[in-house]
């Protein structure tokens, strides 16, 4: 079934920018909800942002709003998020996740998830 694959971490400076992308081969992509969330050193895993099946709905953490972005590609089957302005704090293994229908913030209400991308933001 679904399985997100994400790709596009790295190590970056202070308000520097980078672009994560998160990829399935699910055939009914289109009918899930993504969102992405991170883990940090020492802290509990955190929900970062989610968008809606068609992309007309998100909703961000108030600690990367105006900072992140997240879109998606239904044709793709591929969902983004663009991290700008980038601090130290967002330093984290970031982890792409879906689940049917309805979007949602807490880890709980996801089905899949991906392995994780490293960010390393250095100040």
């Known amino acids: ?6 790709s596009g971490g790295g190590l970056v400076q202070a308000g520097g920018s ?3 992308s998160c990829a399935t081969s699910q055939r009914t992509f289109s009918s899930y909800a993504m969102a992405w969330f991170r883990q940090a050193p ?6 970062v942002a989610t968008i809606s099946t068609g992309g007309g709905n998100t909703i961000y953490a108030d600690s990367v709003k ?4 997240i879109s998606r590609d239904n044709a793709k ?3 983004y998020l663009q991290m700008n302005r980038l601090k130290p ?21 996801y089905n899949y998830w991906g392995q994780g991308t490293q960010v390393t933001v250095s100040s």
């Open 18 to 20: 980078l672009r994560l």
């Open 77 to 79: 089957n591929t969902v």
């Open 42 to 47: 020492g802290k509990e895993r955190e929900f």
């Open 89 to 109: 704090e967002d330093t984290a293994v970031y982890y792409c996740a879906a689940r049917p229908y309805f979007l949602g913030t807490r880890s709980d209400d």
């Open 1 to 6: 079934q679904v399985q997100p694959v994400e």
């Open 66 to 69: 105006g900072r992140f972005t």
